[in-house]
Structures are given as structure tokens and as C-alpha cells.
């Protein structure tokens, strides 16, 4: 496996970069400080406003991409974790695990309009366009909430009967959610809100992450236990499997080159190239910063968007399968914008 690496741009970039190895396939454009906590989980883009909102201790973040600037925050959000955006309305949501809500704002004046009741430990938020639901998982409630966009209610739980994690929705109808202590993927029924299918995602230990290409109905699922695994989203077909980073914790497609990321702890990018529905080469991992962990993606052209934070110590992996930790310097949070070098 060759390695890929970042044009190391940016001088007055606050953290270390690995030197450059092969490729390169990005370059750092900008780097945004975000201040406050040195907390963070999902980030979601929202390409019809051009904005970055990014889950943030109590509160999210929102950054203009366009602009490179944080122009407001969604606050009262204690334990943040999610974020969507309802594309008919405008409506960002975002949840508060502290407080078991999903709350509605107002994308102009970043006001809370409406709220309901979701699961204990809520965390990731989907839009789903087949039922004009937000699904909201809860991972102590081992299940989901839909709450409707139209009426802003809240629908009887998923009850999914462990752990959820990173879920996507294929927007025909179907959510698909890491189940990450049973080593499987579900599919549940949108209209119905019913679970379908659960398929076993060996050699896949533990799935973090997970992204769907809604065209070859191929899901991408990256693993704490440093590979991915591709399945075919109708029969839960095994297509692939591949070495990625340790310590992911999201992962995305790239439509605009077909290409499946995943975000790992370890400061790497795992690239993997999706060049026909059943063939997929890993191209390699670019460098970027230890503890960028999740990302969002522009699905028009493809400009990356990682957060992450100064490093001051590292912690050893408790065993041999596992990541370090890191300790990072109070108020150094901040957001990377990698484009795609031509």
C-alpha cells in the first residue's frame, strides 16, 4: 500500500503535519479556530447554505465555508452530538444527550423554534426525505426516535436492543446504523419504522463509521478494528474488505470522485476509490493531524472538513489492538478545510 500525503501549506497551521510521502490528492486551504471546549463528535455540511455545523461541547458551531468564518452558534445543547438540516425547510436539528431533546432552529437567526423527546445518550441525527423524519439514535436507549418534520412529534421508539452508532439514510426509504457491540448493520423501514435486516459485518470488529453511495446502493462501513467493510445495501453482501486507519470514528462519500473516506484518530485519511459497484482499491491514507477523527464532505466538490486539536500528550493503547489517546491543549479546537487537489 503506497501512502498519500497533504500539501503542507499552510505555515501558520497550529498542528504537526506528517512530511509528504506520495500523491498529493489534498491541500490544506484553511485552518479555523474554533476556541471554547476541546469537545467535539459529528459534523454535518449543509451545501445549499455552504455552511459547516460542527457539534461542540454544549453547544454547535456554525462556520460559513465560503467565508472561513464561525458566523454563530446553536446553544443549549448540552452533550451535543448530532446535527441535520431539513432541506424542504431550512430547519437545522440538533440533540442534547444531557437533556434528551432534539431541538429545531432557525437557520437564520440560530433560535430554537421547537423540541421533542428523544432516547437516553442521544447522539447522531439523520434527515430521511422518504418519511420526512429525523432519526435520532440513543445509545444507552438502544434505539431510535423518529421525530416528524411536519408535525414535530415524536414517534414510539426502534427498539434496536444494543448500541447504535453512525446511521445513514439511503433516502428511498431505508436508515442503516452500526450496531457496534453486536458486530452488525441494521436496515430499518422508514415508513413503517421497522427493522428489516441485520447483517454480521465480519472481519469487521466494532463499525464507527458508516456512508452510502445512494447510486450503487454500496455501504461503507470503517472499523475500530483498523479495516472497512463494503456491503451491498439490499442483501447485506459482503463485497470488500479493507485496511483502514485506527481509531475512525466517521466515515463519508465523496460523489464527486467516488470515493469512500474514513476519518481516523491516528492523523490519516484512508482513500478508497469505488471504481465500479463491486471493485474497490484503497488508494491509501493521506496524512493529516492526530485526533481528526470525523468529517463531512461537500458532495459537489468534494473539499473536506475534519476538526481536531493541539496534541500535548499521548496515551499508550491499553493493548495491542488498540489506538492511543490524546490530551489536547485547552482551547485549541479547530476546524481543518482540505480541498482535493486536481
Request: proline share 7%.
Amino acid at each position: 500500500m503506497r501512502y498519500l500525503a497533504l500539501l503542507l501549506i499552510c505555515a501558520s497551521l497550529a498542528f504537526t503535519w506528517h512530511p509528504a510521502e506520495a500523491g498529493p490528492f489534498y491541500r490544506l486551504v484553511q485552518t479555523i479556530p474554533l476556541g471554547g471546549q476541546v469537545k467535539w463528535d459529528y459534523l454535518h455540511f449543509d451545501p445549499a447554505s455552504d455552511r459547516v455545523y460542527i457539534s461542540h461541547g454544549d453547544e454547535v458551531t456554525v462556520v460559513n465555508a465560503a467565508a472561513g468564518r464561525v458566523i454563530g452558534q446553536l446553544s443549549d445543547l448540552p452533550g451535543s452530538h448530532g446535527i441535520t438540516v431539513d432541506p424542504r425547510t431550512g430547519l437545522v436539528y440538533a440533540d442534547s444527550a444531557a437533556r434528551s431533546v432534539l431541538v429545531a432552529f432557525n437557520p437564520k437567526s440560530f433560535a430554537p423554534v421547537t423540541s421533542a423527546p428523544v432516547l437516553l445518550d442521544a447522539d447522531g441525527v439523520s434527515y430521511d426525505p422518504a418519511s420526512r423524519q429525523i432519526f435520532v439514535s440513543g445509545g444507552d436507549g438502544n434505539g431510535f426516535t423518529p421525530v416528524s418534520t411536519i408535525t414535530g412529534k415524536a414517534a414510539p421508539k426502534i427498539d434496536l436492543g444494543t448500541t447504535p452508532e453512525f446511521h445513514v439514510a439511503d433516502g428511498k426509504g431505508s436508515l442503516y446504523v452500526d450496531l457496534v457491540d453486536t458486530n452488525e448493520i441494521a436496515r430499518i423501514d422508514t415508513i413503517t419504522d421497522k427493522i428489516i435486516a441485520r447483517w454480521p459485518v465480519a472481519p469487521c470488529v466494532h463499525p464507527k463509521g458508516l456512508a452510502i453511495d445512494p447510486a450503487t446502493h454500496r455501504l461503507f462501513a470503517s472499523c475500530a478494528s483498523g479495516v472497512a467493510v463494503v456491503l451491498d445495501a439490499d442483501t447485506g453482501k459482503l463485497i470488500a474488505s479493507l485496511p483502514i486507519g485506527l481509531g475512525t470514528d466517521a466515515a463519508r462519500f465523496d460523489a464527486a470522485q467516488n470515493w469512500f473516506l474514513s476519518a481516523n484518530g491516528d492523523g490519516t485519511l484512508t482513500v478508497v476509490s469505488e471504481q465500479t459497484r463491486n471493485q474497490f482499491v484503497e488508494l491509501g491514507n493521506v496524512k493529516t493531524a492526530l485526533g481528526a477523527r470525523t468529517l463531512a464532505v461537500d458532495p459537489r466538490t468534494g473539499r473536506v472538513f475534519e476538526v481536531t486539536a493541539k496534541v500535548i500528550k499521548t496515551i499508550p493503547p491499553a493493548n495491542s489492538s488498540g489506538h492511543p489517546h490524546y490530551v489536547f491543549a485547552p482551547g485549541s479546537l479547530a476546524l481543518l478545510i482540505l480541498d482535493p487537489v486536481p
